[in-house]
């Protein structure tokens, strides 16, 4: 999928969680800035667009080498500020899954 294509796509959930006139909303396994997703944020563009004025971003793999980077984690976008977010280990499921996938962390508002 092209650049162009994913960011109309983005805007296309933000403009449904707009419509939705949400105080919360809880993104899951959401990219930020990965070269798979086309380098886009896509917390922070949903955030923006949905108007969402606080993002609190998770992340469980940050990982960049030259000309490729991977970021991915959870996002917390709110209407309201978020003063008190935390961040939360969860356990492992093995010892594999931090090299394959990050460490898994939740994060709370």
């Known amino acids: 999928m092209q650049r162009d294509q994913r960011l109309q796509?983005?805007?296309?959930?933000?403009?449904?969680l707009a419509s939705l006139d949400l105080d919360v909303v809880v993104l899951n396994e959401v990219d930020f800035d990965s070269t798979w997703s086309r380098r886009l944020n896509q917390a922070q563009i949903i955030a923006e667009r949905?108007?969402?004025t606080y993002r609190v971003e998770q992340r469980n793999l940050d990982a960049a080498v030259p000309f490729f980077s991977v970021?991915?984690?959870?996002?917390?976008?709110?209407?309201?500020p978020l003063t008190d977010a935390k961040l939360i280990d969860l356990p492992k499921f093995s010892a594999w899954e931090s090299l394959a996938a990050g460490h898994k962390r939740a994060v709370a508002g």
């Open 9 to 16: 796509r983005l805007y296309e959930i933000a403009d449904l």
């Open 71 to 80: 970021r991915f984690g959870n996002a917390i976008l709110s209407r309201h």
């Open 50 to 52: 949905a108007g969402y």
